[in-house]
């Protein structure tokens, strides 16, 4: 039950010598305040690069070409070499495990100066060449129309999608881009939607100044033939895309005449191991937090321990004539252990609170600020219920070892002492 006269006992105990109190409880309230300040920017880098991430297919990889580095059936290293349509069709062909192929073309010949016209307006942008199934692998957020489609590329349709900065360059005083033509190096595209770009990780182009065109239009359209110059996959929810990608790369060196033995003709980022790295990055920061505040936590119980030793020590006439007046061994083992838990969780939870405002105040400044990889800082409300738990059984641990020498003390040999 609640003894209102024990907590005030307690409280007199613990604040009779404030100074060493308030120094003695310093080593928690800091291993504390450590333990979630460290815990709370960890959060916030950790999100702000999920944030970076966010969209993109974690099955997902990349490829393309790169000059040869061995020679290989008569051809010399240094050889230059392109994917091709066919390439595609034998990879779907021959890797079940495929579950979307997207080829893509980058018009590096049409990204002239002010490659894109509209009315007076003009402004030199990226163009794409590119699949309905891009957003299966890459974060595109549609604020007005819709993406590329099937249709688009069975008949070979001039539409393209344009990025925010092209519609803000193009298209003043608030026009609705959608419907509009556009002239893109010559040739004319209805605009069929706007994209805002989502995350900040770029494969290869700026999303938001990119034109997206369907892939068999730019073919056409600009004569690139069956060109590809590079392609994404992702890979069945039950294959690694890391076996996949190594299937991919036998087949295209066998398609193209490249040795075995050639690790650089085929260039490629695995997403999937990318990913894998960062996880792996960041259960070693929260190790690293966790092991640094609370070994500084610790260091501070062991503290509280120590005085809590030496108050008993100081108490022993205070005791002695408790024990002679009645008090049972539970009733000294309680209050002491009780001082404990309160100068414990005292200055823990000071801590706590301190370690929380400072989060929410790492949070306020980097409000819209440019920081693009530390976002929203701080720590869930499970982790502070577990903190405080964590304050209770630490509190109780330090004053067990106190309370056992306290009741050790025989009543007439605590009397007599000086």
């Not at 891009?134 to 344009?162: A, S």
Request: glycine share 8%; with cysteine.
């Amino acid at each position: 039950m609640f003894d209102i006269d024990l907590y005030k006992e307690v409280w007199q105990a613990i604040s009779k010598n404030k100074w060493r109190s308030t120094v003695t409880a310093f080593g928690v309230f800091w291993g504390i305040f450590m333990l979630v300040a460290l815990a709370g920017v960890g959060n916030g880098l950790e999100n702000g690069i999920n944030k970076q991430f966010e969209g993109f297919a974690t099955n997902a990889a990349f490829m393309w070409t790169e000059n040869t580095t061995l020679p290989y059936k008569g051809f010399k290293k240094g050889r230059n070499w392109n994917l091709d349509n066919d390439d595609m069709i034998a990879l779907r062909t021959n890797i079940p495990e495929i579950e979307y192929l997207v080829p893509r073309l980058q018009a590096w010949r049409q990204s002239t100066t002010n490659n894109a016209v509209y009315k007076d307006q003009y402004g030199s942008f990226q163009v794409q060449g590119d699949y309905p199934y891009l957003i299966k692998v890459e974060p595109i957020k549609m604020t007005k129309g819709r993406f590329l489609n099937e249709i688009d590329i069975q008949q070979n349709r001039k539409v393209c999608v344009i990025g925010s900065r092209v519609e803000e360059v193009l298209f003043k005083n608030g026009e609705n881009p959608v419907g509009k033509y556009i002239r893109v190096s010559g040739v004319y595209f209805q605009v069929i939607g706007v994209t805002s770009p989502e995350g900040n990780i770029q494969i290869g182009y700026d999303k938001k100044e990119s034109i997206h065109i369907p892939f068999t239009t730019v073919q056409s359209a600009f004569n690139y033939g069956d060109i590809v110059h590079f392609f994404s996959f992702t890979a069945k929810s039950q294959f690694s895309v890391a076996d996949v990608e190594n299937r991919i790369i036998e087949i295209l060196k066998k398609r193209h005449d490249i040795s075995p033995d050639d690790q650089s003709a085929v260039g490629h980022i695995n997403i999937e191991r990318q990913f894998k790295i960062m996880s792996y990055l960041f259960i070693g920061i929260n190790v690293l937090i966790y092991l640094v505040g609370l070994g500084t936590l610790l260091a501070g119980i062991i503290g509280i321990s120590n005085i809590m030793l030496v108050i008993v020590k100081e108490r022993t006439q205070e005791i002695g004539i408790k024990r002679a007046l009645g008090a049972t061994p539970l009733n000294i083992i309680r209050q002491i252990v009780l001082e404990s838990i309160v100068l414990t969780f005292t200055a823990g939870y000071a801590g706590l609170i301190l370690g929380i405002a400072l989060n929410e105040l790492l949070g306020v400044a980097l409000t819209g600020t440019a920081s693009e990889v530390f976002l929203n800082p701080g720590i869930d409300l499970s982790m502070g219920i577990k903190s405080l738990v964590i304050l209770v059984i630490a509190g109780a641990l330090a004053g067990l070892l106190p309370a056992n020498r306290a009741v050790k003390v025989k009543p007439i040999d605590a009397i007599r002492e000086e």
